[in-house]
């Protein structure tokens, strides 16, 4: 399966039993939940995956579950996080093997790379493996950020096709569009700026809060799409309080109660985080409570013709 870098592609959790193991029933129903929402493909092992916690094997099982479950409905995009470049090849090996259909690339991590020693990495590993790459630009929280001149030189690696852009500067989608036109798909991959990124001309959604109100994120990206605007704010607006429980440090924790909220999840996380408790956790259930008793019926979002002006 190829991939077409366009709609809403969530990180989607790991789910954990209470005995901190893979738990693969809720799991499984999170993930048909997102494909019956209309999402365009599944992003495993993201920092919302706890990705840092989980063993090659968990990573393994999760690819393969994957798979079985979208039944090629959906691509199945495995992130790859490593330290070293002959790690990062072998697990984009690994992905292969498993069925993957595309990798997301972050760029180094610990070290941080120049621009020179990060378009070598990136190169390397799109050289090491015929799947189709996205990658991954949060400048903000891994500190190495993925310049217009880095990927001018990445360019000629036709598997790099796409771009989650996280550095929080809504013109960057402007600038990589003047720069490159159409050669690199952009998706916006922080949630509280998707919806005028999308309008900027962004062509995806890499998203976090989908992975508790897949409908909703979905109708956002289509109605804006097929130039129902005023819809698609109405529904942002009321999506923003729980758009922003996805940048903060403990995002995987919130959504995780969100998901709760919405019956498509589990609580449990794998340490060294732990559940949120107290002020903290009220605090969040607040905000989803809210939204729960504040959601409207959405509109017709399915199917909907994309708006050539947008």
């Known amino acids: 399966m190829s991939i077409e870098w366009k709609g809403v592609m969530p990180a989607v959790t790991t789910k954990f039993t209470n005995d901190d193991q893979l738990d693969l029933v809720s799991f499984e129903i999170n993930i048909r939940a997102q494909v019956a929402a209309g999402v365009s493909g599944i992003i495993l092992g993201g920092t919302l995956g706890e990705a840092s916690t989980l063993t ?174 005023n819809d698609a704010i109405s529904i942002f607006r009321w999506f923003l309080p729980l758009l922003e429980l996805d940048i903060v440090a403990k995002l995987v924790q919130n959504i995780k109660l969100a998901e709760v909220a919405t019956g498509i999840g589990t609580e449990n996380v794998r340490e060294p985080r732990l559940p949120l408790i107290g002020e903290e956790r009220k605090h969040v259930l607040n905000i989803i409570q809210e939204a729960l008793r504040t959601r409207s019926t959405l509109p017709e979002y399915k199917n909907l013709s994309e708006f050539s002006t947008i």
């Not at 020179?116 to 990658?135: C, D, G, H, V």
């Not at 796409?162 to 960057?172: G, M, P, Q, V, Y």
């Not at 798909?185 to 992975?211: K, N, P, Q, R």
């Open 56 to 229: 090659a094997k968990e990573k393994e099982i999760l690819v393969k579950k994957t798979v079985q479950i979208v039944d090629n409905k959906v691509p199945v995009i495995l992130n790859i996080a490593e330290q070293s470049t002959t790690d990062a090849i072998e697990a984009a090996h690994k992905a292969e093997v498993y069925g993957a259909t595309g990798l997301m690339l972050l760029p180094p991590m610990r070290y941080k790379a120049d621009s020179r020693e990060t378009a070598t990495y990136f190169r390397k590993i799109a050289q090491s493996t015929n799947l189709p790459i996205m990658l991954y630009n949060n400048p903000v929280d891994y500190g190495i950020p993925i310049t217009l001149d880095v990927l001018d030189e990445l360019a000629d690696c036709e598997n790099i096709q796409a771009i989650k852009e996280s550095t929080r500067d809504l013109t960057n989608v402007t600038r990589m569009r003047n720069r490159f036109g159409d050669r690199y798909a952009i998706l916006c991959g922080v949630d509280t700026l998707a919806l005028e990124s999308i309008l900027m001309g962004a062509d995806g959604w890499v998203a976090g809060l989908v992975c508790a109100f897949p409908a909703e994120t979905v109708a956002i990206y289509s109605l804006a799409k097929a130039g129902k605007v």
